[in-house]
């Protein structure tokens, strides 16, 4: 249901039918991933405070799996919309240190340079 709802751009819809999986099935297997679903709903939704929570919750509980770089960038921009430049450098640094795992995609290392410059620029540096 909530895949239909973001194929065809209701996102309002999608979010509360995640918000719904979420609420009522706590101990399914795709309950981490309905969370970084829901965060990115929020953003497409133009909700960035909503997104934060749900970002969160998969990056503490999949800090090895292989969407975990995508999770970090999606909550960075929720920072940078939200202003908070700092957030954004902290994630960006994470996601560009020799020491991350897993290791980020180029286009990803990209995206993290992008978002990092935005966050100098926000900040007036």
């Known amino acids: 249901e909530a895949q239909h709802a973001v194929r065809t751009n209701d996102f309002d819809s999608a979010a509360r039918s995640l918000d719904r999986l979420l609420a ?5 297997p795709g309950y ?8 990115e709903v ?5 909700k960035p405070a909503l997104a934060i929570a749900p970002l969160k ?3 503490q509980a999949k800090r090895s799996d292989p ?23 902290a994630l960006s640094n994470e ?3 020799d020491s991350v795992k897993p290791k980020p995609s180029e286009e990803q290392r990209l ?9 100098y ?3 007036g540096e």
């Open 24 to 28: 009522r099935y706590p101990a399914s």
């Open 67 to 89: 969407k975990v770089n995508h999770a970090r960038i999606r909550l960075a921009q929720a920072y940078f919309e939200l202003g908070q430049h700092e957030n954004v450098l």
């Open 121 to 123: 620029t926000g900040m």
């Open 42 to 46: 929020q953003l497409l939704r133009q």
């Open 111 to 119: 995206e993290s340079l992008l978002i990092k410059a935005q966050a």
């Open 95 to 97: 996601l560009l240190s």
């Open 57 to 59: 919750v998969y990056l």
């Open 32 to 39: 981490l991933e309905a969370h970084l679903q829901l965060g």
